[in-house]
């Protein structure tokens, strides 16, 4: 069953990681943006109520929601150049062997070409842990996807939000182990 809160969620996600400016919305360094604005200036036409609805049910954990619940932020995907998320740093002792990024059949062919995954529009490229998730990301890309397996220890700088999304700023082909077409 598909989930009611899909068209909002998306709204949401607009605003926390692009725009908060285009709908009048005040966003702190960290991304954090006060609920009573997402709902008072009618953005979403919603509840808070339904605003804490989508944070629960939302498939991919997008959000969070300060401990007092009168901020809510989404976890990364963010577009806007000024901001200073913090993020678990990984390490050779807490790294998976391999990440997984999906995408499209199209996009694989411009990976090969720039000879990376980078993070174009975005802050950082986003990776799964696992090959579902990945199947998941590709998925929204139409019915060509690819997934490519990393070798994680040959990433810099890698990342990890606190829903289990790998952060990394570029990925260069030579980390690549596999690539599977679906």
């Known amino acids: 069953m598909r989930n009611p809160y899909t068209r909002l969620s998306r709204k949401l996600s607009f605003i926390l990681r692009h725009h908060p400016e285009k709908f009048n919305i005040s966003m702190d360094k960290q991304g954090w943006c006060l609920v009573k604005d997402i709902v008072a200036k009618g953005t979403l036409k919603i509840t808070v109520n339904t605003l804490f609805d989508i944070v629960k ?72 842990p696992d090959v579902e998730t990945a199947k998941k990301v590709a998925g929204r890309h139409g019915h060509k996807m690819v997934i490519i397996t990393i070798d994680a220890h040959k990433l810099e700088n890698l990342k990890c939000s606190l829903n289990n999304v790998y952060l990394v700023k570029n990925v260069p082909i030579s980390s690549f182990v596999k690539y599977d077409f679906f």
């Open 57 to 128: 049910t939302d498939d991919k954990g997008r959000y969070q929601l300060s401990e007092d619940r009168r901020k809510i932020r989404a976890l990364q995907g963010h577009s806007i150049p000024w901001l200073e998320m913090e993020f678990e740093d990984v390490t050779p002792e807490n790294m998976p062997q391999f990440l997984y990024h999906g995408t499209s059949n199209h996009n694989f062919q411009k990976i090969m070409k720039s000879l990376s995954i980078l993070s174009m529009s975005r802050q950082y490229v986003h990776l799964s």
